[in-house]
């Protein structure tokens, strides 16, 4: 007959094994992943209706520079390589980034004196939405977007350019907004 195990032996065997299972978890967890570490949690003294932003907040666009007149108009600044649709009431609409041709027009106060709806740009590149608003040393400057989207290619040594390229949407935009005579107010 075989032997018989005393029952506090077994009960004593259960324990070392749950004992050792234990050990193994908490060496595993202290070693894996830890999804919630450094993520703040809300005390009982937080708004119930506080909740963290899961994206970043943009910061906001640059404000419409100072003395650039009143009423709607288009503003360029030279320096900034930016636009500002802004409307009758004073309230920039949008604003976005520009690349610039290689004449600048002086500061000043112009009026938008076309539109033609697409042409082949001096660089060769298929453009549309172009608006003319001023003349520098012989060379017209206007807004335009490449049909296709892109960013302008660098201009050939010496070729003076007058297109003031922006991204499709904002061309788009641009078209929208303008008409014969809109204002078009340039800062350095």
Not at 97 to 103: A, E, F, K, L
Not at 144 to 154: M, R, T
Not at 179 to 188: H, Q, R
């Given at each position: 007959m075989p032997a018989r195990i005393p029952s506090w032996a077994w009960v004593g065997g259960l324990t070392v094994g749950a004992v050792a299972a234990v050990v193994v978890l908490a060496v595993q967890a202290d070693h894996g992943p830890h999804p919630t570490a450094g993520t703040a949690r809300p005390s009982a003294s937080a708004s119930a209706g506080a909740r963290p932003s899961a994206t970043p907040r943009k910061p906001a666009p640059p404000a419409v520079p100072p003395g650039t007149g009143t009423g709607r108009r288009i503003v360029y600044s030279v320096g900034q390589h930016r636009v500002w649709l802004v409307d009758a009431s004073d309230s920039?609409?949008?604003?976005f980034?520009?690349?610039?041709?290689?004449?600048d027009p002086d500061p000043g106060t112009y009026a938008v004196s076309h539109r033609l709806a697409a042409t082949t740009g001096s660089d060769g590149v298929q453009?549309?939405?172009?608006v003319y608003f001023a003349a520098?040393?012989?060379v017209s400057v206007a807004f335009?977007?490449?049909?296709?989207?892109?960013?302008?290619?660098?201009p050939a040594a010496g070729k003076q350019t007058g297109g003031i390229r922006m991204p499709k949407p904002d061309g788009t935009a641009l078209w929208t907004f303008t008409?014969?005579?809109?204002?078009?107010?340039?800062?350095?």
């Open positions: 920039p609409s949008r604003t980034t520009v690349w610039p041709g290689t004449v453009v549309e939405h172009i520098k040393s012989g335009s977007n490449a049909v296709d989207g892109s960013s302008p290619p660098p008409s014969a005579p809109t204002k078009v107010t340039v800062v350095k």
